[in-house]
């Protein structure tokens, strides 16, 4: 038998992450698991398929929450996300939640000596102000330029370093967030997942060439 195309994330997807958010417990989610698979797990399968040929096989992260270490021990997480790696923390990413999609790419994480390459490669000029130019772009074009930033500036870079706001990054991704409208239950999901997929390419080729994986 065939795979399945994708024919849209139905509306028992984003309502069952409504009811997540109210009920975020084993009960609800043992309840409600066929209209996750249904709803949520098949559809965002078939969205990386069908978006693999161009940008690379999708990684769909695991439901479950890892609370070992947080202070929020609710076991489930209220959205799905879909990941294309390009990198160590680097690639395209998507997720459906009970407010729509949010679809972007970028550096999800950077710790220890990717951290440095990374402050290294914005601080040069030959490599930092391309970077500079695509985040001015991308964030002309209506992208949300965000990630975990110092609010200070590491140690030994002056107050008037042209790039200090990226340099103050310790991640960089930039996305778009898409209300609940009608085509987000329709095959047209393909198309916008791969419009701001392209449109960020340009960040997410710059942070793979500058920050190759060991």
């Known amino acids: 038998m065939g795979r399945m195309g994708f024919s849209g994330f139905p509306d028992e997807g984003l309502v069952f992450y409504e009811g997540l958010e109210a009920d975020n417990s084993k009960t609800y989610w043992t309840r409600n698991k066929r209209v996750y698979e249904e709803a949520v797990r098949v559809p965002m ?3 990386g398929e069908e978006l693999a040929e161009e940008f690379g096989q999708a990684r769909m992260f695991r439901p479950n929450r890892d ?4 202070r929020d021990k609710s076991p489930y997480k209220t959205h799905q996300g879909s990941y294309v790696p390009k990198g160590e923390a680097i690639g395209f990413y998507v997720q459906l939640d009970a407010a729509g999609l949010l679809v972007g790419g970028g ?17 040069e000029e030959i490599s930092g102000v391309p970077l500079e130019k695509i985040v001015a772009e991308a964030r002309v074009a209506g992208y949300a330029i965000e990630g975990d930033r110092l609010k200070t500036r590491p140690r030994g870079v002056p107050e008037d370093h042209p790039r200090l706001d990226l340099l103050r990054h310790r991640s960089l991704h930039a996305s778009r967030r898409f ?5 987000i239950h329709t095959p047209q999901v393909v198309e916008r997942v791969r419009e701001v997929w392209r449109d960020l390419t340009p960040l997410v080729e710059w942070l793979a060439d500058q920050l190759p994986a060991d």
């Open 45 to 47: 399968a078939a969205l």
């Open 107 to 123: 550096l999800y994480a950077a710790q220890g000596e990717q951290l440095a390459r990374y402050r290294q490669a914005v601080d």
């Open 67 to 70: 609370v070992r270490f947080s």
């Open 179 to 183: 209300e609940p409208e009608a085509w």
